[in-house]
């Protein structure tokens, strides 16, 4: 798949929808994707987080779609409940352009 036709794609936790892709984290050392940026839905935000606004975005780790805990079905499929995300999660970081 083109990296294209995962933005804006819908994720879910055991078939809950808990957000959106807008992104994608390369480790350019290695050239490994490591992370997928998620706009979180409110309520996941808020649940999961303890975030009380709107747009919240995190950084969910690759190891939450190893083979046998993610797959792709209209969306990202992951196999962990709503109270395993916050394994997975970590704030969104923007780096300094180069």
Do not use: C
């Not at 050392?29 to 706009?39: A, G, N, R, S």
């Not at 709107?54 to 779609?65: K, P, Q, S």
């Amino acid at each position: 798949m083109r990296t294209s036709e995962f933005m804006g794609k819908d994720v879910y936790a055991l078939d809950e929808k808990i957000g959106t892709i807008k992104g994608i984290e390369v480790d350019p050392e290695v050239w490994k994707v490591t992370h997928l940026e998620i706009q979180l839905e409110k309520d996941i935000a808020e649940s999961v987080l303890g975030a009380k606004k709107r747009g919240v975005r995190n950084m969910l780790a690759i190891e939450a779609l190893e083979k046998g805990v993610g797959h792709w079905a209209n969306g990202l499929h992951l196999k962990v409940s709503k109270d395993q995300l916050h394994m997975y999660l970590r704030p969104v970081v923007k780096r300094a352009s180069s």
